[in-house]
């Protein structure tokens, strides 16, 4: 079928709406009607090459939408269920089998390779195959994914503000809540308040940090960070991080997330924890130089890398969805709505730092 989709051709150039063919879903496929999409730092890297995907391609992995189709051996989902889909894993290897998708030994082939669970593409233009992401592709009007990308939502939370906690909401949430674990009255510390930054003081106030302290450049993402949960908040431009977070912690915190994907601060979230204190690395960050015993086995101290929050999404997202429907996750305190025309300012304002999670919204 011709769907409506933003293309990107070539390595930092702007989306481009377009018309691509879509094939019809495989026996363990589904079809969804995209509502709306999410806008993630990782379809930035993506397009501009910093992560390789094949061009041209069809990005967008944080889609939300209407199930239109199934394959013949589908069970979790039917036509008109609401659904948000997430990131694709094989299902069969180790990591998958033992509740850890995320760190699928085909991640990376299955999210940034371009393919489908079969090695087959289901987008094409002008008699090219085009390249799917996250096995989903959902900055288009419909999109095929396999079932194990498929999260089955409540009809009665609004549609096209779901499709971020396939990825994002999920990575900064599910790192607190799945990965770190910090039990009530310990401290954590999230180095960059954007939107996997916030979920995760959101995450932290749910568990019952005693201190969970917020670090940023931008005074109004403090004040973000602030109304969603965060004890205190540092803005690196005007103090010593690391010695700040140790005064008021009386020698470092439990946890730190590291977010901004800069490699001063992954140094930094290792320095501010206390003796035995855990860091969680969650963004591309690219070469950084530490010292191994002074900065972890001297103090007992672990540096870790956190994919999608190690979540399974079929059992994670709806928690997260109850938790919002609590008012415990106000995460739509994030976002802003785009038309699909707009995707290119949509990606702009967030990067300048306009729009903690912009959403675009199809026609």
Not at 50 to 71: C, Y
Not at 170 to 187: M, R, V
Not at 237 to 249: G, M, N, P, Q, S
Request: charge should be negative; proline fraction near 4%; aromatic fraction near 6%.
């Amino acid at each position: 079928m011709d769907i409506k989709a933003a293309v990107t051709h070539g390595k930092g150039e702007d989306f481009q709406l377009e018309e691509v063919q879509l094939d019809d879903p495989k026996h363990d496929e589904v079809m969804i009607k995209v509502v709306a999409s999410g806008v993630c730092h990782t379809d930035a890297v993506a397009r501009d090459q910093d992560v390789p995907v094949p061009l041209p391609a069809v990005l967008g992995h944080e889609g939300s939408g209407i199930v239109e189709k199934v394959g013949s051996s589908i069970q979790t989902v039917e036509p008109g269920d609401h659904v948000v889909l997430s990131f694709s894993s094989c299902g069969h290897c180790e990591n998958c089998l033992t509740g850890h998708p995320a760190y699928c030994l085909r991640f990376n082939d299955l999210n940034f390779g371009g393919i489908m669970n079969d090695q087959t593409k289901r987008l094409h233009q002008d008699g090219q195959e085009v390249s799917s992401f996250f096995g989903q592709s959902s900055f288009g009007t419909f999109a095929v994914a396999n079932e194990r990308n498929v999260v089955k939502v409540d009809k009665d939370v609004d549609l096209e503000l779901l499709g971020p906690l396939g990825c994002g909401i999920q990575t900064g949430a599910g790192t607190i809540l799945n990965k770190l674990q910090p039990t009530f009255g310990e401290t954590v510390a999230v180095f960059g308040c954007g939107a996997v930054g916030l979920s995760a003081i959101m995450a932290a106030k749910i568990v019952g940090c005693s201190k969970i302290i917020a670090v940023d450049l931008h005074e109004s993402r403090l004040e973000m960070a602030k109304e969603l949960g965060a004890t205190h908040t540092i803005n690196g431009k005007d103090a010593d991080t690391v010695e700040e977070i140790k005064r008021i912690t009386n020698g470092g915190t439990n946890y730190s997330v590291e977010t901004t994907s800069v490699p001063a601060l992954a140094i930094q979230s290792l320095h501010a924890l206390k003796p035995r204190g855990t860091s969680a690395v969650v963004g591309v960050t690219q070469e950084t130089e530490f010292n191994v015993f002074e900065d972890i086995m001297a103090e007992g101290k672990g540096l870790v890398g956190a994919i999608e929050g190690d979540s399974v999404p079929q059992i994670f997202i709806p928690k997260l969805v109850e938790y919002y429907k609590q008012g415990q996750f106000p995460f739509d305190k994030l976002v802003k709505f785009y038309e699909m025309e707009e995707i290119n300012k949509a990606f702009d304002e967030s990067k300048e730092g306009k729009t903690v999670k912009p959403i675009v919204k199809m026609p």
